[in-house]
């Protein structure tokens, strides 16, 4: 569906962005335009990412369990695996500590404790093992233990623990109220007029909230207060979907980069990072450009682009296990004349 791809679209845009700015700032000792962008998407930027990741999980569900994990879950730890192998590779001496014997090690502690930028990927599986396992308890029930879990303030440690606890909702959320959302989507398209102040409104509302200051130093800004941080994240996703139907609908073909970007998004979400380092190294070293915010958009154009690129270069090739699982990584065999699945 072209809004739902419209969203993901923006959701990965939005993530890459927060990388490629953050990194450049780190890098230069200072701050620029593209920060006040990624504060204002930080309440919403990953919970409309998980909502929209579940609202065709109803779908596929009821499946067998060897079909749903073969959709669900083997789907997405092929990605993990292989890009883990890819991304530490890349990053050799960072990760091994300059032996063989430590780069294993390195791996194996990935197979529980998601490395870097692919924590993301990891989850979507986990996710799905657990929805499927409670799928008969009550929806209700359901969302309101997760709601618990996101505003309770966990912290284990351990990275799927924790993040588990602060995006499941999300995910529920977009699995048990898709026809809701679906709905919200058409009705945006019919209604252009309050649904763009309706989505104004939210705009000042979270931009307030997610820059003024907290009370105490747990909290830096006001829109990460418990049940704040789950009800600003919530309207976000909401503000989002309204977003893409709207723009889907109205932009016509100045949508498509959009809409393209979010068909590719885990591939963008994948391969970021290499073009996304080597960008920000050259353009930093050379000093080319001196204003943060301009180097932070250079850096985010690249790192969106070349793997856009990379993906429609590789896709009929040996190169294309990268992006697309092969025949041999599904535990049930794909039909006959059906299109492998890509990254999505």
Request: glycine content about 8%.
């Amino acid at each position: 569906m072209a809004w739902v791809d419209a969203a993901k679209g923006i959701c990965i845009i939005l993530v890459v962005m927060m990388h490629a700015t953050l990194g450049v700032g780190a890098e230069m000792g200072r701050e620029g335009f593209m920060h006040w962008v990624v504060a204002f998407a930080k309440p919403f930027r990953m919970p409309d990412f998980f909502l929209v990741s579940g609202l065709f999980l109803g779908r596929v569900i009821a499946r067998d369990w060897r079909s749903y994990a073969d959709k669900r879950v083997v789907h997405f730890f092929y990605f993990y695996l292989l890009w883990l192998v890819l991304q530490s590779a890349a990053k050799y001496g960072q990760v091994s500590g300059g032996s063989p014997l430590g780069f294993f090690q390195h791996l194996a502690h990935g197979l529980y404790e998601p490395y870097s930028t692919l924590w993301f990927i990891y989850l979507l599986a986990v996710f799905s093992v657990v929805t499927k396992l409670l799928r008969h308890v009550s929806p209700n029930v359901l969302l309101a233990g997760a709601a618990v879990l996101q505003i309770l303030p966990i912290e284990t440690g351990w990275l799927v623990v924790d993040e588990f606890c602060e995006r499941w909702v999300y995910f529920l959320a977009g699995y048990l109220l898709a026809g809701r959302i679906f709905g919200l989507a058409d009705w945006a398209s019919a209604n252009p007029r309050p649904a763009l102040l309706g989505i104004a409104l939210w705009a000042v509302v979270n931009g307030v909230l997610a820059f003024a200051p907290g009370p105490v130093p747990a909290f830096p800004t006001l829109a990460e207060l418990p049940l704040v941080g789950l009800l600003l994240g919530l309207a976000g996703a909401v503000a989002i979907v309204a977003a893409a139907s709207l723009l889907t609908r109205k932009a016509g073909q100045a949508a498509e980069p959009l809409r393209y970007c979010g068909q590719n998004s885990i591939a963008i979400y994948l391969a970021f990072f290499l073009p996304m380092a080597a960008t920000r190294t050259i353009l930093i070293k050379t000093g080319i450009i001196q204003d943060v915010g301009i180097v932070s958009l250079v850096v985010l154009i690249v790192a969106i682009v070349a793997p856009l690129v990379l993906e429609g270069l590789v896709r009929r090739t040996p190169l294309s296990f990268l992006f697309r699982r092969p025949a041999w990584a599904h535990i049930v065999p794909p039909r006959r004349g059906v299109r492998l699945q890509a990254a999505e």
